[in-house]
């Protein structure tokens, strides 16, 4: 398996451009089994979590175009679709989860494994399930696979999450709009990658109402058409690049970025004693003199500040002045970079949703495991600035989430390398 090898050095100077959302772009990618049509996605992100996907369509009868070195996809479904998402692919992606309601509204019929993913926590389906079976879904778990059918199709219904899952809105979201009559749904998560999916289904022909907003309003139509779509910026990879900067000093202009796809992180920036400036390219990001301060960072769904950012944000804090407490409250599992981190030099403790970290002056190089996605970055970030080099072992989590990471890294002035295997 590849390591990724970084020894810290000084500020970074240059841009980083950022790619298109990979949690957007698995969501998008499966509303191809709504319509006959093809749907054109542009500014796809070059994944391998992207091409699990592209694999999981495949083996369902859709045909697949990947075009531009993977920017564009284009995907088309009008021959005969497999009801069946096999085990061995599903369980590579949690995403997968996400033909569940496409396959249902399309089919009336799925049979899907129940998945795998980042081990970061249980992660049950029981709140997507509980949505599809408020459209009229029946739905059984045998042998490790969702066996769920809508004798009748699925009907529109007025639903209140009890949680506002991300997978569960966007199935919800994409059955339907193929439903009979309208669907409400209640607590509904607000996520960008929400609001793209819906801007897409509109595209496509879906009549939708208050995406961004907890009550999103589907009036169900008899089919949707073709479409072209460019996939909203990663607010997790801009995120992530943002913080290399405040790690290691310097000036960063991470391009495409948003911010008001951030805000709630560039306000804990702020308060750690870093600037964040919205220009026309994107954001730019550069350290305030002396060092980082403490913040207490609290995980929510959006707008709050994203569980998918806080590992990235741990590293920042382990050199602050001060103490600052991160409680994690999406997932029950999600401290795993701070052992790690904690091998470096950092002084963490954990206990149960909390870890707070004691800032020390500097960490030092060592070799460390990536244990999920967002935590092997979090590594690569903690390694920039510590002292001498640190080998970050098993990356093939990182290459789901983050294309080309060693070259952007390298623009800016970062000492990275990959170690192939
Ligand atoms: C999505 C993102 C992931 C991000 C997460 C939260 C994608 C492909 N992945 O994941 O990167 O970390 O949002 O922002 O978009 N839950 C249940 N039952 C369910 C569904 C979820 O208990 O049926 C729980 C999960 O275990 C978790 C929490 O709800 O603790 C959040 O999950 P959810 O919002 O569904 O996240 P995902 O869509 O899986």
């Known amino acids: 398996m590849d390591s990724i090898v970084v020894t810290g050095n000084g500020p970074l100077q240059g841009d980083i451009p950022i790619a298109g959302a990979k949690n957007a772009c698995l969501a998008l990618m499966p509303a191809t089994l709504l319509s006959e ?16 996907m592209n694999t999981l369509l495949a083996s369902l009868g859709a045909e697949m175009a990947v075009l531009q070195d993977g920017l564009v996809i ?5 021959g005969e679709i497999n009801p069946v998402a096999d085990y061995d692919i599903v369980r590579k992606m949690r995403a997968s989860n996400l033909v569940l309601g496409p396959l249902l509204a399309r089919l009336g019929h799925a049979v899907v494994s129940l998945p795998g993913g980042c081990a970061i926590g249980a992660r049950p389906m029981d709140i997507h399930i509980e949505a599809l079976e408020a459209l009229g879904a029946e739905i059984e778990l045998k042998d490790g696979y969702l066996h769920a059918k809508a004798p009748g199709g699925l009907k529109g219904a007025v639903h209140k999450m009890r949680f506002a899952s991300v997978g569960a809105t966007e199935n919800m979201l994409m059955a339907a709009s193929l439903a009979k ?11 960008p990658e929400i609001v793209d999916l819906a801007q897409c289904l509109r595209k496509m022909g879906a009549q939708i109402d208050g995406e961004g907003t907890s009550r999103i309003e589907i009036q169900g139509v008899d089919r949707l058409h073709g479409a072209t779509h460019p996939v909203v910026t990663d607010r997790i990879e801009l995120g992530t690049y943002m913080l290399a900067p405040a790690i290691c000093g310097g000036e960063v202009e991470c391009l495409g970025g948003r911010l008001e796809l951030v805000e709630s992180f560039v306000e804990k920036l702020d308060a750690a004693g870093v600037s964040v400036e919205q220009t026309d390219r994107g954001l730019k990001v550069s350290r305030r003199n002396g060092r980082i301060r403490a913040v207490d960072v609290v995980t929510e769904p959006f707008p709050g500040f ?11 804090l382990c050199t602050a002045e001060g103490t600052s407490v991160l409680e994690e409250k999406i997932f029950e599992n999600r401290f795993m970079h701070a052992p790690e981190l904690t ?4 002084n963490i403790e954990v206990h149960g949703g909390h870890a707070t970290v004691h800032g020390v002056e500097r960490l030092k190089g060592a070799p460390v495991m990536a244990t999920d996605l967002r935590a092997s970055v979090s590594l690569i970030l903690a390694g920039l600035a510590a002292e001498g080099e640190t080998v970050v ?6 290459d789901r989430g983050y294309e080309h990471v060693e070259a952007k890294l390298q623009a800016v002035g970062a000492k990275i390398e990959r170690i192939k295997e």
């Open 37 to 52: 049509e093809p749907l054109t996605l542009t500014n796809a992100p070059r994944l391998s979590d992207i091409k699990t």
């Open 306 to 316: 994203p569980t998918d950012l806080q590992a990235q944000m741990m590293a920042l």
């Open 181 to 191: 009559g309208t669907t409400v749904i209640e607590n509904a998560a607000r996520e």
């Open 393 to 398: 072992n098993r990356v093939y989590h990182l």
């Open 74 to 78: 284009t995907t088309a479904s009008h």
């Open 343 to 346: 091998r470096m030099g950092a």
